[in-house]
């Protein structure tokens, strides 16, 4: 058969896990279907308590589906032990061996796996080199730094060559910086070890910098899979477009259908064209949503009206908040210039002008 250019390293088929019987019970995963490309830095973002690390649970074989199957390379891996997936596993906790030196505990699994000696010293040797580690390799891991665990711990897992990597939060016990840093550090690893990364976070910044593709989950279920791009500038439904960046809501009614889109009249009066997502058929009253980097103030002219109500300023760009006339706040973001604060103050009336394709309608 010829090869697809895009295979999947993860097929995960119907899968549905249940926890509990009777009024304990909780549905984990609620028929989730996704494939993971060979090769992929693949984030599975969502709430606390949405399924994320019960997914990864089940692909690394610490538990099993109750129904459904996950496929590895077209293989159902069912019968397949953790041990024996090729699929490794980074914790949150890191989970180190403390009295032992950071070449030991890279070398650990390798001899466990019975590898040769001259193998496992080589391989120890790149993964140090790998992460940049190669200084501390006799510092017991009790004695570095947080970052430099996590270091370590990325070079265990990816010691024994899994065909995926599994990261559970890998990050959220570093501080602000140096979770920047790693930030950059893991997308390097992934492109250079060509390793699938199937990475699990519920902080959309660090999903949206770090992924191939991205897939939002909210309980038990997953409700978009696409591109970071994607998934902030079309976000298909109200949860995803709520869970990922800042973003204005609009209640408004169908005027008209047009090509991929729509013409809605919004609460003010206005009417606005806004897209559509592909099947997707609204009618009747919609939501639609508009990125506040997408819509400017003007003195007048624009869609909206209201009253300035906070100007909050980040040093990248500043917040508008307005109160609209008819109820409700929109924000408006714009990116700073150097020396310009602008000439707004709190309680001006404003006027806010949508941008040309900015607007879409959600699924609720
Ligand atoms: P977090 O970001 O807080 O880790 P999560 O998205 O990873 O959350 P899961 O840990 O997968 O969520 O949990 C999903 C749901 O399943 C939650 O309601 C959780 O309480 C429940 N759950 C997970 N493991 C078990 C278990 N062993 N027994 C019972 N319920 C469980």
């Known amino acids: 058969m010829p090869e697809t250019p895009e295979r999947n390293a993860i097929e995960v088929r119907g899968v549905n896990k249940v926890f509990g019987f009777g009024p304990d019970k909780v549905i984990a995963l609620d028929?989730?279907?996704?494939?993971?490309?060979?090769?992929?830095?693949?984030?599975?973002?969502?709430?606390?308590?949405?399924?994320?690390?019960?997914?990864l649970r089940l692909i690394a074989g610490f538990d099993f589906p109750t129904d459904g199957e996950i496929l590895l390379h077209g293989q159902d891996i069912a019968p397949l032990p953790p041990h024996k997936r090729p699929v490794n596993t980074v914790f949150q906790s890191y989970a180190l061996f403390p009295h032992l030196t950071v070449a030991k505990n890279i070398?650990?699994?390798?001899?466990?796996?019975?590898?040769?000696?001259?193998?496992?010293?080589?391989?120890?040797?790149?993964?140090?080199?790998?992460?940049?580690?190669?200084?501390?390799?006799?510092?017991s891991t009790a004695q570095i730094s947080g970052g430099q665990q996590q270091r370590v711990a990325l070079a265990r897992a990816l010691a024994p060559q899994p065909k995926v990597l599994l990261l559970d939060e890998p990050l959220s016990a570093l501080d602000y910086k140096l979770r920047k840093e790693m930030q950059i550090e893991l997308k390097r690893l992934q492109h250079e070890t060509g390793i699938t990364f199937i990475f699990v976070t519920h902080d959309q910044e660090e999903a949206l910098t770090m992924s191939d593709r991205i897939a939002v989950m909210s309980a038990g279920?997953?409700?978009?899979?696409?591109?970071?791009?994607?998934?902030?500038?079309r976000p298909a439904v109200r949860f995803v477009a709520d869970f990922i960046g800042e973003t204005n809501f609009l209640e408004g009614s169908i005027e008209e259908r047009a090509a991929g889109g729509a013409r809605v009249r919004i609460s003010s009066g206005a009417v606005i064209d806004a897209s559509v997502a592909?099947?997707?058929?609204?009618?009747?009253?919609?939501?639609?949503?508009?990125?506040?980097?997408?819509a400017r103030l003007s003195v007048e002219g624009g869609q909206l009206a209201g009253r300035l109500s906070n100007i909050v300023y980040?040093?990248?760009?500043?917040?508008?908040?307005?109160?609209?006339?008819?109820?409700?706040?929109?924000?408006?973001?714009?990116?700073?210039?150097?020396?310009?604060?602008?000439?707004?103050?709190?309680?001006?009336?404003?006027?806010?002008?949508?941008?040309?394709?900015?607007?879409?309608?959600?699924?609720?």
């Open 31 to 55: 028929d989730v279907h996704v494939a993971i490309r060979e090769n992929e830095f693949f984030t599975l973002l969502g709430p606390s308590g949405c399924g994320k690390t019960t997914l």
């Open 278 to 294: 592909e099947g997707f058929q609204p009618s009747g009253r919609v939501t639609v949503v508009v990125r506040p980097e997408h």
């Open 221 to 233: 279920n997953i409700l978009q899979i696409g591109s970071p791009e994607e998934i902030y500038d």
């Open 314 to 364: 980040f040093g990248t760009d500043t917040h508008f908040h307005v109160e609209l006339d008819g109820g409700g706040e929109f924000i408006v973001r714009r990116q700073n210039a150097r020396d310009d604060r602008g000439t707004a103050r709190i309680g001006d009336p404003v006027s806010i002008v949508i941008g040309a394709g900015a607007a879409q309608v959600l699924r609720d």
């Open 107 to 139: 070398s650990f699994g390798l001899e466990m796996l019975g590898r040769p000696k001259d193998e496992v010293d080589a391989r120890v040797d790149e993964m140090l080199k790998l992460v940049r580690m190669e200084e501390l390799r006799n510092r």
